[in-house]
């Protein structure tokens, strides 16, 4: 059984920094795709970045050259370094492996991510 503990979020205001990490444990990381998911008040739960278990990544254009997403297999851990973060940004924010676009696991539960003055 494969489990993800995501940790890191607080409150911060914008324009502020946030470093998430999720770390898994149950599984062989290394072939995992993995991505960084987020859910806002009032809205769906989005995909906001992936990386593969070569090390490609890709973001939806609202983060690009905010946000990066980064693993250390040997640790079992995908990051999430948030830089110059919005209100916008602010939702419960997720990690999971996907095959496509169909996520493999159960979903943990998160860490809140609030930005605001």
């Known amino acids: 059984q494969v489990q993800f503990v995501e940790s890191g979020g607080g409150l911060v205001q914008p324009g502020g920094s946030l470093r998430l990490s999720c770390a898994a444990s149950g599984g062989i990381f290394s072939i995992y795709n993995m991505g960084w998911y987020r859910q806002a008040p009032g809205k769906q739960r989005e995909l906001v970045a992936t990386?593969?278990?070569?090390?490609?990544?890709s973001y939806i254009g609202s983060v690009k050259g905010r946000f990066t997403i980064s693993r250390d297999n040997a640790k079992n851990t995908v990051y999430l370094q948030m830089n110059s973060l919005k209100p916008e940004d602010t939702a419960v924010y997720y990690c999971?492996?996907?095959?496509?676009?169909?996520?493999?696991?159960?979903w943990g539960q998160g860490t809140q991510v609030t930005v605001s003055s």
């Open positions: 999971n492996a996907y095959q496509g676009v169909v996520t493999v696991y159960q």
């Open positions: 990386i593969t278990g070569g090390g490609s990544t």
